[in-house]
């Protein structure tokens, strides 16, 4: 009966811990940070945000600009882009590791990416061919899915 209690009660209390992680919120432009007001007007000048969004998970916050064309770019809490999804146009080649653009050029001949993610551990680039490849930190080939 006591192991029952002491489950029933963690189970609430991990319960109560999860409905606080999910604390996403509109913020305005100007509310992100600086870095990531300057990437966004650098690297999508004429693009319309459609809104701004301030995720917080425990010790973690992140932002996301959406913009009106169905582009997105996700933002650590320090500002520095880690996810970069364009839908239907071309990453802009700037944020493109150039050992990444090289390979694709090479091996994927009239492929664009549409989308690049990074982390602490690898980068992961959308196709428009719909293949996704994933680097090392070295941009070595680790992973080709389909």
Same mark, same amino acid.
């Given at each position: 009966m006591k192991k029952l209690i002491i489950?029933?009660?963690?189970?609430?209390?991990?319960?109560?811990?999860q409905a606080k992680a999910d604390n996403d919120r509109i913020i305005k432009f100007n509310e992100l940070p600086a870095a990531a007001q300057q990437f966004t007007r650098k690297y999508f000048p004429n693009e319309k945000v459609a809104y701004t969004k301030m995720e917080r998970d425990f010790l973690e916050v992140q932002y996301e600009v959406m913009f009106s064309n169905g582009s997105k770019v996700e933002f650590l809490k320090n500002g520095e882009w880690k996810?970069?999804?364009?839908?239907?146009?071309? %990453? *802009? =080649?700037?944020? %493109? *590791? =150039?050992?990444i653009a090289s390979y694709v050029e090479q091996n994927y001949k009239g492929a664009a990416i549409v989308q690049i993610d990074r982390d602490t551990r690898d980068y992961e680039v959308k196709l428009t061919n719909g293949l996704e490849l994933t680097f090392d930190l070295r941009f070595n080939i680790i992973d080709i899915d389909d």
């Open positions: 489950l029933a009660t963690a189970m609430l209390i991990a319960g109560s811990f996810d970069v999804d364009c839908k239907y146009n071309s %990453v *802009p =080649a700037e944020l %493109v *590791p =150039a050992q």
